[in-house]
């Protein structure tokens, strides 16, 4: 078995500290970097979109948030044709992907290989906030991946005893022991080798030397929501009058390929604090961020062992929904930007509430730009073009702010810095969103299974068309779940590798 990764080991020490992730954000040996088209409805601003380009793929540069989505949403796959994807089916694969520090239940299990911790330490701000929460009219909720998902409540995190858990911690770690499997680092897969209507082998370029492996059993595609269209695009696997206009000759007319993107949309509410509580007062003295090094470094403990995503709600923008559409997420620090230079922190003490909208409308594109392989692939989100989605993330930004202005935050808020409590009217809040608003990094869908017109796969990943050849990664969810999509990735990989042992084993 060979295993193809174009980027590094994931030996780096900031992989595996929590914390560590903002200084992953925009690191390019091992982050893809890349970068959306302008967007119109956003001014013509273009989204930057980090993704893991290292062993475990995104889930090691990630803000490891552990949640699963909606038991709605699953349904809602099975609806569109995904037979043995509704709640029922995937919660088997969930639990036994996990390893639950509150113990097993019927929700959770215990003994898998990926880590779900607790925050490791104490956060008296996040709990103030859920308290306000709670002031503001949302019910009180201690597992957002148990019975319900609707309330206000502590998040867990994809660690283990302060370090990251990645999938390559969770599972390649173990398997690289294995004597029949090869893994290649620095190995981009170039071209997915088809004869015959059979996936048979792969080009790669690795060390800058082209070379091609055959593959005497299927080929696995997992090269994510951008990396993955992009790939079987070069192979001929996609709409003909894209790949014609490259070059490219069409194996296969697929118009699913790079289709139907999905990603959830946020805007910030950015606070300053009254009090030298928060993650930007760590940042911003170099006494703090030396102290907070080696209480890491000596005990694996502090500041630094946390994700500083620690708390946060779901909610309904509109109460005739039948389950949440909006998500909270409460973080311990504020910034003055985001983007490929990377993360800047507030010269302040600072939190910030992300009003996320986690059911939007919007569909866009991955596309080749060229027929270099090494060239990067145009992404298009076509972000806020619905009315819907608007009004859903205004909704959402007006429940934060109340959040913000009850008693049980009112020894911490000084003021709103983002969008300012200046903004009041739907106008002025629309405009905001059209300003300050970005890709949450959760894509979805651009190579997604079913059985309409447009399904690249089947309900079992398989190219639809082309024999031995299934695409296990993100990009085959047909709808983005209602929260952070690490976790649900993982389910459909546990999913696949019991699918693929079955049908290797039904055909001999």
């Not at 770690?173 to 170039?190: C, F, G, H, Y």
């Not at 913000?404 to 709103?416: I, K």
Request: hydrophobic share 40%; with cysteine; net charge neutral.
């Amino acid at each position: 078995m060979l295993l193809l990764e174009a980027g590094e080991d994931d030996r780096k020490f900031w992989i595996h500290v929590p914390m560590g992730y903002a200084r992953l954000f925009a690191d390019p040996r091992v982050n893809w970097m890349f970068e959306s088209e302008a967007e119109p409805e956003l001014g013509n601003r273009t989204l930057y979109q980090p993704r893991g380009k290292v062993l475990g793929g995104t889930s090691s540069i990630n803000g490891m948030v552990y949640m699963r989505g909606n038991p709605a949403d699953y349904n809602e796959w099975r609806q569109r044709g995904c037979n043995g994807w509704d709640w029922e089916s995937v919660l088997p694969f969930f639990k036994k992907a996990e390893d639950q520090e509150r113990g097993a239940d019927d929700y959770h299990g215990v003994g898998g290989p990926l880590r779900v911790s607790d925050q490791p330490i104490r956060w008296e701000l996040a709990e103030s906030w859920v308290a306000a929460a709670l002031e503001a009219g949302l019910p009180a909720n201690h597992d957002f991946n148990g019975e319900r998902q609707d309330g206000a409540g502590p998040f867990q995190s994809t660690t283990n005893r302060g370090r990251r858990w990645s999938t390559a911690a969770a599972y390649l770690a173990t398997a690289r022991r294995r004597p029949n499997l090869k893994i290649e680092t620095r190995a981009q897969a170039t071209r997915i080798l088809i004869e015959d209507g059979r996936a048979v082998g792969v080009e790669y370029v690795a060390d800058g030397v082209q070379r091609r492996a055959r593959a005497q059993g299927e080929i696995i595609v997992c090269g994510g929501v951008y990396g993955s269209p992009q790939l079987l695009q070069l192979s001929g696997l996609g709409p003909g009058a894209l790949l014609q206009r490259h070059g490219i000759a069409v194996v296969r007319d697929l118009p699913g390929v790079g289709a139907d993107l999905q990603d959830h949309f946020y805007v910030r509410l950015a606070f300053r604090c009254k009090q030298p509580v928060t993650m930007n007062d760590i940042v911003n003295s170099p006494l703090r961020r030396t102290l907070a090094g080696l209480q890491y470094v000596l005990f694996r403990a502090g500041p630094l062992s946390s994700n500083g995503v620690c708390a946060g709600a779901f909610a309904r923008s509109d109460p005739r929904l039948d389950r949440p559409d909006i998500q909270l997420n409460f973080t311990m620090w504020s910034f003055a930007g985001r983007d490929r230079s990377g993360v800047h922190p507030h010269p302040f003490p600072g939190f910030s509430v992300s009003a996320v909208h986690l059911r939007p409308e919007a569909r866009g594109t991955v596309e080749i730009k060229s027929p270099d392989p090494l060239a990067a692939p145009a992404i298009r989100f076509n972000f806020l073009r619905s009315r819907e989605d608007v009004r859903a993330l205004t909704a959402g930004m007006r429940l934060a702010r109340k959040i913000s202005r009850q008693p049980a935050l009112a020894d911490y808020v000084a003021e709103e810095v983002l969008p300012g409590a200046a903004v009041e009217t739907d106008q002025e809040f629309e405009a905001a969103i059209r300003e300050h608003g970005l890709s949450n990094l959760h894509p979805v869908g651009t190579c997604h299974m079913g059985v309409d017109a447009h399904a690249v796969l089947d309900p079992r990943l398989r190219v639809n068309g082309v024999g031995r050849l299934r695409v296990v990664d993100a990009s085959v969810m047909p709808s983005v779940p209602a929260g952070n999509t690490n976790a649900p990735t993982i389910m459909i990989a546990e999913k696949a590798a019991a699918m693929i042992r079955e049908d290797a084993r039904a055909t001999g």
